[in-house]
């Protein structure tokens, strides 16, 4: 009798955490794969970033510029330089052997003022639909606002986030309805340059 009733106790254990789990209803799921990439290295220039160009005792050559959609740069006795896809330091250098033929020993120092080029994408049942600036500590709900809102066909309850960091990839499933309504906060997830979040 004693065995009867602790096997009965026992299924019913068994059975609690089967309910629970399937009762659950988290509002971030995240799904990860793994995948190889070098190490990560200095900040790369691209397109649309302001550089900041100082020549020591050369104000008129010195400056912020901003990279032009073909990648380059205009300074001054320079003219057109290639900017994307080098580190300030390789724009430093190529600037510097550039004015060495118009100012003796130029002391050049290149640096990223603002990194325009960091940017997050929104599709699907959005108003406005496209590639955004990325703003320091920018949050999910932010972005989508940014987007213009929601079309009256989106489904909030499955907001996909795409994102790549230096080993993986992330698909990210957000129930926005729970962010929303104010009843779980946690969701509102910091983007990082390069998400792509697709509302269905």
Not at 111 to 121: F, G, L, M
Request: hydrophobic letters at 40%; charged letters at 20%.
């Amino acid at each position: 009798m004693l065995n009867r009733h602790f096997g009965r106790a026992l299924l019913v254990l068994g059975v609690i955490p089967v309910l629970f789990s399937c009762g659950s209803s988290q509002t971030v799921q995240t799904a990860t794969v793994p995948h190889h990439t070098p190490a990560i290295g200095p900040y790369v220039i691209a397109a649309d970033d302001e550089v900041d160009v100082v020549v020591w005792k050369q104000p008129e050559v010195s400056g912020k510029v901003v990279v032009s959609e073909d990648g380059t740069i205009t300074v001054p006795l320079a003219g057109r330089v290639q900017a994307a896809g080098f580190t300030s330091e390789q724009l430093q250098k190529e600037l510097t052997d550039r004015l060495s033929g118009f100012i003796a020993d130029p002391n050049v120092t290149v640096r990223v003022a603002d990194a325009r080029s960091q940017t997050i994408y929104v599709s699907g049942e959005v108003q406005k639909p496209g590639s955004f600036r990325l703003r320091p500590g920018e949050v999910l709900s932010q972005a989508l606002a940014e987007a213009g809102g929601f079309t009256p066909f989106a489904d909030l309850s499955k907001v996909h986030i795409s994102r790549h960091t230096r080993d993986q990839t992330q698909q990210i499933t957000v129930n926005f309805e729970k962010v929303q309504s104010g009843r779980d906060p946690s969701g509102d997830i910091v983007m990082i340059a390069g998400d792509v979040i697709h509302v269905p």
